[in-house]
């Protein structure tokens, strides 16, 4: 064996000093994230549930992580323009998606092929909350449970009770109801919950699944019945309306959720430094109050459980949305 000249041992020992300067480099920039600005992607026009609950997040985040953290709206198409955003971005941590049960694990169930891949192209970091939908009825209507809306339904003509449809993820909810619970309804589309709600008011359909925090205000005003919700548990914003599981359907159980995602890729630093201030986030009795005030309960930072439930909700729709012939093409 040669021993070694001055020569290779000098370049051993600069190879060496290389290593440990990139080395200190790379470490103060993951301890220093976010040291840029955030982009905080929304799949919905600003106003709604998710664009709320964004901004909510966004501000809490920017306080504790000491950097911008600043919304970005792309309505549209159900959020797939949001989604495909994001999961074409960097995996640097500075693009995030708060998205929604329906861009996750309801549009890989009703559209044909998506520009993405909810478990493939996105690291999921939290979820952030999860809210019930609220069987909806006008207030001069005579069922005041889901058994006197399931018997109306018996009486109506062949395609049953009109359902006003909001989007995707509500008309699955529905479809779970009547192949569970025995009941018939007709689907009608809307472009969105308030255009469902206006149906409502002016007796155009019978009853609608919505969204807690948009119908709360005309059911508290008495325009509009609460019949059930379709969480487990009752919402802690109308404690005296029933769950569904508890009218007659036992086991039925669908929350409306939205999560933090990330690029599939995102260094598991950065994802570890966001989760760590979200814990904290979540658990502050201010945020558990502005939650609670949309109708809706603190999430968690468990990622690998909020990962297992996007894939089981995803078999969930598919199936369903199969049984119902429900696809868009």
Known sequence: MNPATPSRLRGRSLLAAAALFLAALA????????????????????GGTNDILARLISVKLS?????????????????????ELVAKAPADGYTLFVASSGA?????????????DPVKDFQPVA???????????????????????????????????NHGVASSSFQLAAELYTSEGGAKFTHV??????????????????????????VLPQIQAGRLKAVAVTTAKRSSVLPQVPTIAESGTPGYDVPIWTGLVAPAGTPTEVADRIRAALKEVLAEPDTVKKLQALGMEPGHVDSAAFGRQIAADI????????NANLKVD
């Open 27 to 46: 470490a103060p920039a993951q301890a220093a994230y976010p040291d840029k600005p955030v982009r905080v992607v929304v799949g919905f026009a600003p």
């Open 63 to 83: 306080e504790r992580l000491k950097q911008s953290f600043v919304v970005d709206n792309r309505a549209g198409a159900n959020s797939i323009i949001a989604a």
């Open 104 to 116: 996750m694990t309801v549009n890989p169930a009703v559209y044909g092929k998506l520009p993405y």
């Open 127 to 161: 979820l952030l909350g999860s809210f019930p939908l609220v069987v909806t009825t006008n207030a001069a209507s005579s069922a005041k449970t889901m058994a006197e809306l399931k018997a109306l339904a018996a009486k109506a003509p062949a395609g049953g009770l």
């Open 189 to 214: 589309n809307y472009k969105g919950t308030g255009p469902v709600i206006t149906a409502l008011l002016g007796n155009e359909v019978d009853l609608g699944f919505l969204d807690i925090a948009a």
């Open 315 to 322: 078999a969930r729709w598919t199936a369903l949305a199969k």
